[in-house]
């Protein structure tokens, strides 16, 4: 297991890599280059640049989050073969730079979404939350308006004004789409994909859709155990993998996120990890609460054990935090300040030394 850090990039993230750096046991991040659209090549000197900067300052850059998969992949429409090809020369190029592994999703038009973006909890932290309610009665162009205000500093990854403009005529797309479709339509990229990832030896690691419910009427694939089988089944190459993000499959009230590690993790499917802690507040409603198995509904140290126990070997984050200690929409993307993060990623290497001890 390789501890590391999202880092949203230069000029894209308020946190320092010399304060990741300092994290104990941190030893690397992952990033993106968040300005580049799906769809496009990533220019050669752009990946240089950014591995330049990650490794001058002390951190090692094996995972890139993420790759984005244009729509119309997704939709299976004729001008797909073209993205197809730039994502492979995207992948190509990121191999000569020693990336190893490829986090992504299939998620149709949104990527995650919340109903809180800065929820304040009793302890005066706040944090991200998701209320069904409010989510099923909002329209997908007020959501989007209510993130562009509440995070001022940046553009949430996903939810880039520029796109949501055009957001009804996405959702549009998909009318009539039907879960077979989308199936094959993943299918056709997987195989297109992975022979090149074998050779260039990246490990693609899909991610949950996040949350695993449906959304303004869209087909939401990869939100359980059975449609995680069906992905891989695909293409069944081992370089066709998974993100386990715990607290995406987790939001799914009794998911078995240990018995998944166990499963996928001995098949070899697990390439990279998200690991955090969420609170139910009833069946549907959740907030992301700090990693400690007492402040959430999730058991982190039965999803650490079972981590260990498949010899998991990749590369593992905390993922959201709260924001605490007076960090501001200035010091951190929502979800992504600092400290909490900082605190889970030690909390989870003390569960691993415990463990293996
Ligand atoms: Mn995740």
Known sequence: MKMTFRWFGEGQDPISLKNIRQIPGVTGVVSSLLDIPAGEAWPEERIKSMKDTITDAGLDIHVIESVNIHEDIKLGAPSRDEKITNY????ERLSKYGIKCICYNMMPVIDWARSHLYYDL???SNTMRYEANFINNISPEALAERYAKESETYEMPGWEPE?????NEALRAY????TETFY????YFLDAIIPHAEKLDIKMAVHPDDPPLPIFGLPKLIISRENICRYLALNPSQYNGLTLCTGSLGAKKGADIPAMIREFGAEGRIHFAHVRNLKFENDTDFYESAHLS?????NMYDIMKAFYDVKFDGWIR???GRMIWDETTQKGRPGYGLYDRAIGANYLLGLWEAIKA
């Open 88 to 91: 492979i020369l995207t992948m």
């Open 122 to 124: 009793p302890d005066g």
């Open 163 to 167: 796109r949501m403009k055009k957001i």
């Open 175 to 178: 009318e009539g789409m039907t």
């Open 184 to 187: 094959t339509n993943m299918k």
């Open 294 to 298: 007492s402040m959430g509904s999730l």
């Open 318 to 320: 905390p993922d959201h």
